[in-house]
C-alpha cells in the first residue's frame, strides 16, 4: 500500500527559504499527480503546487507563483517543495496527497488517510 510521509518544515524568517520532503513507502509515484496542500488552524486544506509524474507538467496556487518550486526525484518515489521567499502568510502544516487538476484549482486526492504533515512556521 502506498503511503506518503512529509518532512522538512521548520522555523524560518520572513525573505527565507525551506525544502520540504514528500517521500512514498511501499510503492513509486509513477503515473501519479502529487501536489502539496496546506492549512493554517481551524481553515480549509488549499492547494499549493502539483506535478504530474507522467508528463512532468506543474501546476501553481497563484499566491506562490514565482516563489515555489515543485519537482521530483528520478526514482519517483519523491517530490520537493522548494520555497523561496517566505511570508507570514506562507505558516501552515504541509501535506502532500494525490492532486487532481480541475482548471486553476489544485484538488485532494488522499490514498487513504492524511498524514501527519509538517510544520512550517514563518515569524520574526
Known amino acids: 500500500q502506498l503511503q506518503l510521509v512529509e518532512s522538512g518544515g521548520d522555523l524560518v524568517q520572513p525573505g527565507g527559504s525551506l525544502r520540504l520532503s514528500c517521500a512514498a513507502s511501499?510503492?513509486?509515484?509513477?503515473?501519479?499527480?502529487i501536489g502539496w496542500f496546506r492549512q493554517a488552524p481551524g481553515k480549509e486544506r488549499g492547494g499549493v503546487a502539483c506535478?504530474?509524474?507522467?508528463?512532468?507538467?506543474?501546476y501553481y496556487a497563484d499566491s506562490v507563483k514565482g516563489r515555489f518550486t515543485i519537482s521530483r526525484d528520478n526514482a519517483e518515489t519523491t517530490v520537493y517543495l522548494q520555497m523561496s521567499s517566505l511570508k507570514v502568510e506562507d505558516t501552515a502544516v504541509y501535506y502532500c496527497?494525490?492532486?487532481?487538476?480541475?482548471?486553476?484549482?489544485?484538488?485532494?486526492?488522499?490514498?487513504?488517510?492524511w498524514g501527519q504533515g509538517t510544520q512550517v512556521t514563518v515569524s520574526s
Open positions: 496527497a494525490g492532486c487532481t487538476v480541475a482548471g486553476t484549482a489544485l484538488l485532494p486526492q488522499p490514498f487513504g488517510r
Open positions: 511501499g510503492g513509486t509515484l509513477h503515473g501519479y499527480t
Open positions: 506535478i504530474s509524474l507522467f508528463g512532468g507538467s506543474t
